[in-house]
């Protein structure tokens, strides 16, 4: 399974070492490019002390799989590893990875900002921050920049 | 046989469901309406049969799985 | 210094994660996206056993310290790693590191890639293959794809 | 004073020169002729005078650095 969904913290470098290292792609590839989502201590000019990351779980590892094969489709990709935390989550500790191994550097590249993006608009994930002011659902994703 | 229904979220907090069943419907509008007391139906509300992403007027029928969330914040 | 010439092999995701350590990043960036090229066995439909990496020293560290500094002009980056291996480089081993962080992700998405895009155009590096026919110059590179 | 004249790869290896020097030269053109005696002037090698991508016909004074090389293959 290249997707995954994580109750507890993960170290995304070491996990894309790993994957790589298992997965058998070993002097085929040429480009790997990654994405990393990590837990800042503000978000919209308020601190945020925590936050749990509620989903969907049938419909959130159904989704994931569904994006994965998509991109696998339109990008000559050697291998996907996406992962994503659930749950209690403190800040700087990592909340998705995003890793696409190709030959050549435009379809890993295309292929991770292309996935990082469905999955920040349509992935059944909510944010729920723990603040100075107690708890509040994050309404919206930004846009990115 | 019978429909599932769930909500997540803001949602499942402010309607106070996280998870119930209804025995038919025949569009997803319904079954929000059904489970919901006939609540205003919010504009900005996803809706997901079985799983895949849909929309008020969607058929559903026995053993589907309907959810309503709010506009996701994942990644 | 954010751009590094390496003439032993190095270990990107390592890198990464010891930059950003000392870096004093910490729980102020929201996004890292990183490229990483790696050394293939084979190159245009030929094995390729070992490949040296010749570069004019001066003018790639100015290069590259320059690319840095327009890509942090261009977009909201927190950091910028740069580095590059220059001698003898075996397949599997990386040749390229790229990894830049900033507080949302389209930032570090579009750097990282026009960094790679840059650099792969215009820094002064230059490839010799050693294959099953001796020694070859690598004419020019793939356009990505 | 002088101009110091670097050429790499390649080119480095066809012209026989990784490193000289000339008293004097107004162009960088001038600068390519003067070294590798009058040969063609290849249409695809890259010029650099002082670090910084140039032309054939740009200036040079005492003291720079021109370099010529082919087309980078780095990353």
């Not at chain 1, 790993?18 to 792609?25: G, N, R, T, V």
Request: glycine content about 4%; proline content about 4%; charged content about 20%.
């Amino acid at each position: 399974m290249a997707t995954q969904l994580l109750a507890y913290p993960f170290d995304p470098y070491h996990s894309i070492v790993e994957h790589q290292q298992h997965a058998a792609l070993d002097k085929q590839f040429g480009a790997t490019a990654s994405f990393i989502g990590t837990m800042r201590d503000f978000n919209d000019n308020t601190n945020v002390s925590s936050m749990v990351l509620e989903h969907y779980p049938e419909m959130t590892q159904h989704y994931l799989d569904k994006l994965e094969q998509q991109a696998r489709q339109k990008w000559d990709l050697l291998d996907v590893l996406i992962i994503h935390r659930v749950g209690r989550i403190n800040p700087a500790n990592p909340i998705v990875l995003i890793a696409c191994w190709s030959a050549h550097r435009r379809a890993a590249l295309d292929a991770c900002a292309w996935l990082i993006e469905e999955l920040k608009h349509n992935a059944p994930f909510w944010k729920k921050e723990t603040g100075q002011d107690g708890e509040r659902w994050v309404e919206k994703n930004t846009d990115g920049f | 046989m019978s429909i599932q229904v769930k909500f997540f979220a803001s949602l499942r907090e402010k309607m106070g469901i996280t998870e119930t069943k209804i025995e038919t419907a025949s569009t997803a509008g319904e079954v929000w309406d059904m489970t919901t007391n006939n609540a205003d139906r919010p504009l900005n509300v996803l809706v997901a049969v079985n799983l895949e992403y849909a929309q008020y007027d969607s058929q559903v029928s026995d053993g589907d799985e309907v959810a309503f969330f709010p506009p996701v914040t994942g990644g």
